[in-house]
């Protein structure tokens, strides 16, 4: 038994329950929270450690053998999906203990967020189908609350999209695990990968498949499905905002790699070159999206749909450079899409504001903030040799070699346009308003010249994140052999089947 | 070589604490580091002149097939020189020219950034090293051009240059990604040798344009050029260093190193000689009609550039040795008259022509160096530019097929720079000084320091040409060329035709300096239709076109309808469905068992009419009532197919959801009708297909059915392993408790939720 | 009886989101409720329907006699009835939350977040 | 609302429905029940004391605020999963002692059992909180 992979279940169940029982004790639930955070981001680094040493990991909980029982796995890619979770969910606790208001601290923030990394890396873990649809749900109904969390006129709009759109995709996901049970009396992935992969009924299989593609689809805002992300990601308070961006669409694309690279490849040329073309019809929409934008949150967020685009380029490529490439992009574009959520709301700390051109002047105030927003927003765009370069050049590569011009000339044109509209931020928001009045006008509501309170702990998760981002950039090598092996291991599952479910008899 | 590249990194880093630390002498501090490069790549000059090549390989990403390697020869280490030797004096230069720029730091720190990322693009072997440092040119020019940030001019013409390189650059990283494919390796030095089979290759078409137009708009040719002047919202020393000297360059640098590999053939030539040719003429043209200094020399510039890019479109030897005499000849002069235009502003207040004159007295250093290379710009004198332009002609009128085409194009592109040279040297200086120039004077050191040195080395590497520029033109002609042909650089190649050619553009040119103020009232009138149809116009439409695209698509598609939203998902799903079970699904008999009873039969009306009114009640309670119905008759199937357990929770709980509706909406008044008549029919027809799908799937699935083991093993064990026999409860308290687990941790995030949704409202206080 | 709950289903579903393409907020609320509701019988019905004993094993015996129903499939439900109220008592909220903030009952009053 | 049927009928059906969930709870083991139907029916007998008594009346009669016992039941359950591993096996491993009380002959205790008394827990929280939260609103 893998104590790592259970903590990295465990921890945040416990601190989510400890809050719980602190209910209405903020200080305690902050040191929890923050306790909680750590340990968890821990549990997930030794998963992963022992993950890339030892093998994939498996837990048949209530030691009932599979496929009878719920297995809890982890291979690589489930591992380095936990640890990028652990990340985030540590620098967005210690970011939200200067950013978030008392108010909503003393209404369960902690124990919410808790819940949400409980149910994101449910999902990463788990090893059956059903138990999958659980932790969605989990992530889905935390990420609800937190949404709604303070009441706001936007906050409850948004949310009415969000919510409905996301139950939508539930009921298509669990419409899709019915069918599947009917057909194959099992729900455990592993032996679900073997019952498909003989099956008698092929097209419905492929049928089923576009099922689960429609429902993650949705939850990984994919073109034509990403509505509810830009109509709902700005309005919750900026760590909310934040870790939304960097986890709940790629547990969407966690999810749809998982079931298309274990469960449905029975008719790739139909399925993955379906996905190929929802990529970049996904990276096109969505950058054009931003590209209408005039405020920093609403142009992060249509990028996210954009960014999803490359990562399940990848999964249609359905190479090991191409799955390679997508679990580095994912890994990179968490990293860089929490910590850009994170400097917008550095920025609306200083400034009061979202609205790029009341934003004006950070250039000349906040030199360091400068810097710190053009790591994340030049490595997003795919500026070399920060980390969106390795990410994207994989994956341009593996389209090149598999001789899919359309897609690869898109992925690089929507990079040109990413870096257009991220330099429409740095030049509304850092380099202009330098005479203007606007940058001598402080927040409203704060004296003139004090630094508002808590912003050493927004800054701190921000600049360890810039760090990493500069690192993986720089040093991509050791994280791209760990997502090739994870590539490799997703596209040939024996050795995942095996692990759950023993070597065949 | 490694070190060298990276250092001018590091330093960048370090460069706003060195300027804090060295206050007005920071950049003399900082031109040591170029100055200290200039020195390595100079000592190395005897071995890579002699023909030898350096080759330095690290490991980088060799999963992306990315290493960081380094090559260094003939071509590399001419660009290395030029950038590190004219690098030292444009430090020097900018610490004067920004005395008291309180970002003094950041300014040294992005030119410190360029010229690392320019050495690593001219030195890099591995080609997609080359496009990283390309890519880090064009953003620290992004950031260099837009240096005086509060100018709205700067900051659009920064992001003009960063978008047209951007394109090139996108266009370049296919280009040698398809290159690396098709020669089977990503190393330039082992390209070279594959010229051949990449040439025979069906790819080389593409590969071709694609490269050639990251080189195009990296070297502002037409129809990319109009960034160039733009750029030259970029303070002084930038427009010397990185839009004159070094940057723009890098095109041509591209152009050369790729000769052996892609050229050669009829697309090449024709394509590159063209462009180059049409580019040279436009430069030349354009430039007459500015009176800012610094335009009309970055049209010059464009001209120059147009000149080398024709050169290398020839690919014979001649034209690739006068390709990189006029390279060097160009740094110097062209540099010596950026900072000579900087350093009038900075004596004088102004650079346009108009306002400027008379000037030699007061500021005789800058006069001398200016018009030295104005002499230079013109191709006269003992300069290098005149050996340079003397190469260029003989290159010309050798080459019989394009000679009829391009000679007189040669010609005429000579004659304008004569006037543009004859403008920028004698306007601002001869004459008499208007009254407004009284408190003019004489530049610091550190700025005339630089166009002094500049002109002069042209005129010293012009009478001597054997001690620098013969083993550097000869050792990078020879990597363009791939064989080692001595150049023979001299001033006086006695009489012939390209002497001939040379005293008719000199004559050509003075005319037409003579006529400069009429030329440019008439143009004036007559180039209108360049704003209206100019390639810098198409690139403001294709700014304008992309908003419209991005804000109608965005309209279109994020209308803010949440039925919309919904419908785009449901058409998606139900056109999936229904392509799968049309086109992919083979189609069995059905079977139907268990048979319907009589009851059975009534539970089902039951549950539809009870859909039914609720689809259709106009009462809210009269809709809730028709669900509590349908949850009602769900509880009676379970209960008739042996699910007690379900029928009970399932009434249980939809007792509660009808509670909770009631006290939630009791007191709302009836519905509104508010769609009409055709949004009706629409969704019912949506949503008809959607349950057709459906009924379809569900009649699939059980034909396809079979046995669960995994229930079988659930009642074996239930009794003996887990002690319970409700074998449903034992599965979920035990066999998959995992789930109620998650259930329930669902079940009580919703009571927060629900909780705080209610309690915790901006309008209400924060009592708990 | 397959046929008649796929006809049952597929109106189900139909209607379920018939009413979810309305404008009136509180008919999108029902609607989601018959959506969970019509799933759930899908689930049961995909997993093969028994008119037989419910999965309880007897006093004394060790196993139940067959046929009986497929116990993991109403074990599925059951959590996904469970899930499905949380889920919908949240949502019940936020939509009367929802209706006191604009005022009215009309989902086109409610498009102030997009763009 | 507050008739005095309603009133009455509450008084008597309180402890009836409480009676009977708890029954439901600890026979849905092997019989048709279970800890989510008994909390269920829990939150009904309280809900219906609500509306008959005024909701402060009720919750000073159950004096714990609903929302500890989520973080009670929560915890029972994660408990009872822990004590597997803790034991050396895979959470929520069930944990079982057979006891033969005089008289009843042989009970079976497990964790399992234990986990749906956490279930129960969570439920009537749950449940109780959404349904006061409301009741309080309107």
């Not at chain 1, 022992?50 to 053998?65: E, F, H, L, N, R």
């Not at chain 1, 419905?204 to 939850?219: H, P, Q």
């Not at chain 1, 998982?258 to 019809?281: C, E, K, M, S």
């Not at chain 2, 040591?32 to 190395?44: D, E, K, N, Q, R």
């Amino acid at each position: 038994m893998n104590l790592f992979l259970l903590g990295t279940l465990l921890v945040p169940l416990l601190t989510g329950i400890a809050c719980l029982l602190a209910w209405r004790r903020r200080t305690t639930q902050r040191g929890l929270g923050l306790a909680g955070a750590t340990a968890h981001f821990g549990a997930t680094l030794g998963l992963l450690w022992t993950v890339a040493s030892d093998g994939i990991q498996t837990a048949q909980i209530g030691a009932w053998p599979a496929p009878f029982g719920i297995t809890i796995v982890a291979d690589l890619f489930s591992a380095i999906m936990a640890v990028v979770a652990g990340m985030m969910g540590l620098a967005v606790t210690v970011y939200s203990l200067g950013s978030m208001d008392a108010r909503r601290e003393e209404y369960g923030y902690y124990p919410l967020f808790h819940v949400l990394l409980l149910g994101v890396s449910g999902a990463f873990l788990a090893g059956d189908i059903f138990n999958l649809y659980v932790w969605f749900e989990v992530m889905l109904i935390a990420s609800f609350a937190l949404l709604v969390l303070g009441g706001e006129r936007a906050q409850i709009e948004g949310a009415i999209k969000y919510v409905t759109l996301n139950l939508i995709s539930s009921a298509f996901f669990l419409t899709a695990v019915g069918i599947l049970y009917g057909m194959t009396g099992t729900l455990n992935m592993a032996d679900l990968a073997r019952a498909l992969s003989r099956t008698a009924a092929p097209g419905l299989v492929t049928t089923v498949g576009l099922l689960f593609l429609v429902a993650f689809g949705i939850k990984a805002a994919t073109f034509p499905l990403f509505f509810w992300l830009p109509a709902s990601y700005h309005t919750p308070p900026v760590a909310t905002s934040a870790i939304f961006a960097g986890l709940l669409t790629k547990v969407g694309v966690y999810a749809l790699i998982r079931v298309f690279t274990l469960l449905f490849v029975q008719d790739p040329g139909f399925i993955h070159t379906l996905i190929l073309v929802i990529a970049g019809l996904t990276m096109a929409t969505g950058v054009l999206g931003a590209v209408a934008q005039n405020e920093f949150r609403r142009i992060l967020a249509f990028h996210i749909v954009s960014q999803i685009g490359y990562m399940i380029m990848g999964l249609g490529l359905f190479t090991p450079l191409g799955l390679a490439g997508s679990i580095f992009y994912i890994t990179h574009h968490i990293i860089v899409k929490t910590n850009l959520f994170l400097i917008s709301g550095i920025a609306y700390r200083l400034r009061g504001t979202y609205v790029l051109k009341d934003l004006g002047g950070l250039y000349r105030t906040q030199p360091a903030l400068a810097l710190l927003f053009l790591v994340p927003a030049f490595s997003l765009a795919g500026v070399p040799p920060l980390s969106g370069f390795a990410a994207k050049l994989s994956l341009v590569q593996a389209g090149l070699a598999g001789q899919q011009y359309a897609v690869v000339a898109t992925a690089l044109a929507v990079g040109l346009l990413t870096l257009f509209s991220m330099t429409k931020i740095w030049a509304e928001a850092f380099w202009k308003g330098d005479t203007g009045e606007s940058a001598a006008t402080p927040r409203p509501g704060s004296a003139a010249g004090v630094r508002p309170r808590g912003l050493t702990s927004m800054f701190m998760p921000v600049v360890v994140l810039a760090a990493v981002t500069v690192a993986i950039g720089l040093a991509a090598q050791p994280l791209f052999t760990l997502t090739w092996r994870a590539a490799e291991q997703l596209l040939d599952p024996t050795a995942y089947i095996n692990a759950v479910l023993g070597s065949p008899r | 070589m490694t070190v060298a590249v990276l250092s001018g990194f590091v330093l960048a880093l370090a460069a706003p604490w060195l300027v804090r630390a060295t206050g007005r002498a920071a950049g003399w501090v900082t031109a040591l580091l170029p100055l200290a490069l200039t020195v390595y790549f100079g000592s190395l000059l005897g071995q890579i002149g002699a023909g030898d090549a350096l080759n330095v390989t690290h490991s980088w990403i060799p999963a992306l097939g990315m290493q960081f390697s380094l090559y260094l020869d003939g071509l590399g280490l001419l660009f290395a020189l030029l950038i590190c030797g004219i690098g030292t004096l444009i430090f020097i230069y900018s610490g004067g020219y920004l005395p008291n720029d309180p970002h003094l730091g950041r300014f040294l720190s992005m030119l410190l950034l360029f010229m690392g990322a320019m050495l690593g693009l001219v030195l890099a072997d591995n080609v997609i090293v080359l496009f990283v440092f390309w890519e880090l040119t064009s953003i620290s020019s992004y950031f260099l051009i837009g240096f005086q940030h509060s100018r709205p001019e700067a900051r659009a013409a920064a992001l003009q240059a960063l978008l047209v390189t951007g394109v090139g650059g996108v266009a370049l990283l296919l280009g040698v990604l398809l290159l690396g494919q098709v020669g089977g390796s990503l190393e330039l030095s082992t390209l070279l040798g594959r010229g051949n089979e990449i040439r025979a290759h069906p790819l080389y078409l593409p590969i071709l344009v694609l490269v050639l137009l990251g080189a195009f708009t990296k070297s502002a040719q037409v129809p990319f050029h109009f960034w160039l002047p733009a750029a030259m919202e970029a303070p002084t020393p930038v427009s010397a260093y990185l839009h004159s000297a070094t940057m723009v360059k890098a095109g041509v640098y591209l152009l050369a190193r790729m000769s052996p590999i892609l050229g050669g053939t009829d697309p090449w030539v024709a394509l590159v000689t063209t462009v180059g040719a049409v580019t040279m003429l436009a430069g030349g043209t354009l430039a007459l009609l500015r009176t800012d200094l610094k335009q009309i020399l970055a049209y010059t510039t464009v001209a120059a550039l147009g000149t080398l890019t024709m050169l290398l479109g020839m690919g014979t030897a001649d034209a690739a040795r006068a390709c990189m005499t006029f390279l060097l000849a160009h740094a110097f002069y062209k540099g010596a008259l950026f900072l000579g235009a900087g350093s009038l502003e900075h004596g004088a207040g102004s650079r346009d022509v108009d306002h400027l004159g008379g000037l030699w007295r007061t500021m005789p250093l800058t006069t001398a160096a200016a018009g030295l290379a104005a002499l230079a710009l013109a191709g006269f004198g003992p300069v290098l530019s005149f050996i340079g332009k003397e190469l260029l002609l003989e290159a010309v009128l050798a080459q019989s097929p394009t000679r009829a085409l391009l000679a007189p194009a040669v010609l005429a592109g000579s004659a304008l720079s004569v006037a543009a040279a004859a403008i920028v040297g004698l306007r601002p200086f001869a004459g008499t000084r208007p009254d407004e120039l009284s408190d003019a004077q004489e530049a610091p050191a550190s700025l005339w320091l630089g166009p002094v040195v500049l002109a002069a080395g042209g005129v010293v590497l012009g009478l001597r040409p054997e001690i620098l520029a013969e083993p550097i033109v000869t050792a990078s002609a020879a990597s363009v060329l791939t064989r080692r042909e001595v150049a023979d650089l001299a001033l006086w190649h006695g009489p012939n035709p390209a002497l001939a050619f040379s005293g008719a553009s000199l004559v050509l040119g003075l005319l037409v300096y003579r006529a400069w103020p009429t030329i440019r009232r008439s143009a004036a009138a007559r180039t209108w239709w360049l704003s209206w149809g100019g390639p810098s116009r198409w690139y403001e439409l294709g700014l304008q076109a992309l908003s419209w695209l991005a804000e109608s698509q965005t309209r279109l598609l994020q209308s803010g309808y949440l039925r919309l939203y919904l419908i785009m998902i449901l058409i998606t799903a139900n056109g999936l469905a229904a392509y799968a079970l049309l086109a992919r699904v083979r189609w069995q008999p059905i079977v139907l068992q268990p048979a319907v009873q009589l009851h059975d039969a009534f539970i089902g009306a039951l549950i539809l009419l009870g859909a039914l009114a609720a689809a259709g009640s106009a009462s809210r309670l009269g809709a809730v009532a028709a669900l509590g119905v349908v949850g009602a008759g769900i509880s009676l199937v379970y209960i008739s197919f042996g699910a007690p357990d379900l029928a009970m929770t399932q009434f249980l709980v939809e007792a509660f959801t009808v509670i909770l509706l009631v006290l939630a909406f009791y007191h709302l008044p009836r519905f509104a009708r508010l769609s009409g008549r055709t949004a009706r029919l629409r969704d019912v027809v949506i949503a008809g297909v959607s349950g057709t799908l459906v009924a379809a799937l569900v009649l699939l699935t059980t034909t396809a059915r079979r046995d669960s083991r995994i229930a079988e093993y659930f009642a074996e064990h239930s009794v003996a392993a887990a002690h319970g026999r409700n074998i449903v409860n034992v599965i979920l308290v035990d066999f998959r408790s995992l789930d109620t687990l998650g259930e329930i941790t669902v079940l009580a995030t919703a009571a927060i939720g629900v909780y705080v949704l209610l309690r915790l409202r901006p309008e209400k206080g924060s009592t708990p | 009886m397959p046929l008649l709950l796929a006809v049952v289903i597929g109106g189900l579903y139909a209607t379920a989101l018939y009413l979810i393409l309305r404008r009136s907020i509180v008919k999108l609320l029902i609607g989601l409720a018959l959506l969970t509701n019509a799933a759930n019988l899908l689930i049961f019905t995909s997993a093969g329907l028994t008119r037989a004993t419910a999965p309880i094993v007897p006093l004394g015996s060790d196993r139940p006699p067959a046929p009986f129903a497929d116990p993991l499939a109403q074990a599925m439900i059951l959590t996904a009835i469970v899930i499905g109220f949380g889920v919908l008592a949240f949502m019940v909220v936020l939509v009367h939350r929802a209706v006191q903030a604009v005022g009215t009952d009309d989902l086109d009053d409610l498009k102030a977040t997009d763009t | 609302m507050r008739s005095l049927i309603l009133r009455t009928a509450a008084r008597l059906l309180l402890p009836l429905l409480l009676l009977f969930s708890v029954f439901l709870l600890i026979r849905g083991h092997n019989e048709p029940g279970g800890g989510f139907a008994a909390g269920l029916v829990a939150s009904a007998a309280f809900a219906l004391h609500a509306f008959a008594e005024g909701l402060p009346q009720t919750r000073r009669m159950i004096r714990v605020d609903p929302i500890s016992l989520l973080g009670a039941g929560l915890l029972v359950t994660a408990a009872g999963g822990v004590a597997g591993v803790l034991a050396g096996q895979p959470f929520l491993t069930g944990q079982w002692v057979s006891l033969a009380p005089v008289g009843l002959g042989h009970v079976d205790i497990g964790t399992p059992v234990v986990f749906d008394v956490g279930v129960y827990l969570v439920v009537v929280g749950a449940v109780l909180t959404i349904i006061f939260t409301i009741m309080e609103e309107a």
